[in-house]
């Protein structure tokens, strides 16, 4: 499974950014993608994840009512609207596909990764 994560940029606090995280490869053993960030001098973080079959999603509460995750089967990508935009959102962020049967909210629980796209909000 290759996975390829795009869309990351310089936008002001209370902006939108759109990120895409493109799944390619073996995708049916993908039962999640999901999307973490990790700051400089921080551990990678969960944001929030999706389940391609049922479309279950989870989102840590820091971003429950302004980040919203989807999908499209038909192209393989999951997306990461994230709206409201604060500094504090700043840091490089990572799509990973787990063949977990349940939402993986642990970095540990994910098996393949893309590389990472830099999101910057300014104050």
């Known amino acids: 499974v290759q996975l390829q994560a795009y869309g990351g940029g310089l936008v002001q606090a209370g902006g939108s950014l759109r990120l895409s995280c493109a799944v390619s490869?073996?995708?049916?053993?993908?039962?999640?993608t999901g999307w973490f960030r990790q700051a400089p001098r921080k551990e990678r973080e969960f944001v929030a994840a999706?389940?391609?079959?049922?479309?279950?999603?989870s989102s840590a509460d820091s971003v429950k009512d302004r980040f919203t995750i989807s999908r499209d089967n038909a192209k393989n990508t999951v997306y990461l609207q994230m709206d409201s935009l604060k500094p504090e959102d700043t840091a490089v962020y990572y799509c990973?596909?787990?063949?977990?049967?349940?939402?993986?909210?642990?970095?540990?629980?994910?098996?393949?990764w893309g590389q990472g796209t830099q999101v910057t909000v300014s104050s």
């Open positions: 990973g596909a787990s063949s977990r049967n349940y939402v993986p909210r642990y970095s540990h629980e994910y098996d393949y």
């Open positions: 490869g073996r995708t049916d053993s993908s039962y999640f």
């Open positions: 999706i389940s391609w079959g049922s479309g279950r999603t």
